[in-house]
C-alpha cells in the first residue's frame, strides 16, 4: 500500500471495523502513522470497555495505555479470518482489566494475610511479655523466704545480670560463698515456685 493510500485509509470515515483490520497488518511492520490513526481511533472504546471493568479512572486509564502498547507489539498476532480488528483489539482489553481485577483482589489479599500474621505475631509478643512479667513477679515474691544474703545473690545474678565472681566483689564475699548461697537460695525458690505453680 502506497502512502498516500495510507493517509486515506487514516482518514476516511467510513466502516471503523474495516480501518482497524486493515491497520493493523501495517502496525505489524512497524507503520506508525498506522498506529497513531488505529490509537486515535479506539483508545476511546478500548477505555470504556475497562473503565466499566475496573470502575476506576485512574487506573482505567493507566491499563489503556497498556493494551494499546499490547497492540502495537503484537499486531502481528491478528488474524482476520478469526475475526473484526475491532473485536480483537476489545477482547485484549477486556482481558487486560481482568487481569488487573485480579491482580488487585490476590494484592489485597495477601496484604490481608499478612496483616493478619502480624496481628498473631504481635499478640504473641504480648502474650510472653505478661508470661514473664508474672513470672518474674512469681520469683520476686518467693525471695522472701531467702536470707538477706542468698537473696542478693539471686537478684543479682538473675535480675541484675552479674557474674558470680562480680556478685562476689560487690558483697564483699568469695565466689565460693556466693556459689553455696545461689545454690541454697535456688533450691528455697523452686521448692516456692513449685508449690505456686501447683496452687494455680
Known amino acids: 500500500m502506497t502512502e498516500p493510500e495510507r493517509r486515506s485509509l487514516a482518514g476516511s470515515g467510513s466502516g471503523q471495523a474495516r480501518r482497524l483490520e486493515d491497520l493493523l497488518p501495517l502496525i505489524a511492520r512497524g507503520d506508525e502513522s498506522a498506529y497513531e490513526a488505529l490509537y486515535d481511533q479506539a483508545a476511546g472504546r478500548v477505555l470504556g470497555v475497562i473503565t466499566r471493568v475496573l470502575r476506576d479512572p485512574a487506573q482505567s486509564e493507566e491499563v489503556m495505555q497498556e493494551v494499546l502498547l499490547e497492540v502495537w507489539r503484537t499486531a502481528s498476532r491478528f488474524d482476520p479470518t478469526l475475526g473484526t480488528g475491532i473485536s480483537w483489539v476489545m477482547t485484549l482489553a477486556h482481558r487486560?482489566?481482568?487481569?488487573?481485577?485480579?491482580?488487585?483482589?490476590?494484592?489485597?489479599?495477601?496484604?490481608?494475610?499478612?496483616?493478619?500474621?502480624?496481628?498473631v505475631v504481635d499478640h504473641d509478643q504480648v502474650a510472653e511479655a505478661v508470661e514473664v512479667s508474672m513470672d518474674r513477679q512469681r520469683v520476686r515474691r518467693c525471695l522472701a523466704v531467702?536470707?538477706?544474703?542468698?537473696?542478693?545473690?539471686?537478684?543479682?545474678?538473675?535480675?541484675?545480670?552479674?557474674?558470680?565472681?562480680?556478685?562476689?566483689?560487690?558483697?564483699?564475699?568469695?565466689?565460693?560463698?556466693?556459689?553455696?548461697?545461689?545454690?541454697?537460695?535456688?533450691?528455697?525458690?523452686?521448692?516456692?515456685l513449685g508449690y505456686d505453680g501447683g496452687a494455680t
Not at 97 to 119: F, N, P, T, W, Y
Not at 165 to 183: D, F, N, Q, W
Open 146 to 192: 531467702l536470707t538477706p544474703l542468698q537473696a542478693q545473690c539471686v537478684d543479682l545474678a538473675y535480675f541484675g545480670g552479674y557474674t558470680y565472681r562480680e556478685v562476689g566483689e560487690l558483697l564483699g564475699v568469695p565466689t565460693g560463698t556466693v556459689k553455696t548461697r545461689m545454690r541454697d537460695g535456688l533450691i528455697k525458690l523452686r521448692d516456692c
Open 96 to 119: 487486560r482489566a481482568v487481569d488487573r481485577v485480579r491482580s488487585e483482589r490476590s494484592q489485597a489479599s495477601r496484604e490481608l494475610r499478612g496483616a493478619a500474621a502480624a496481628h
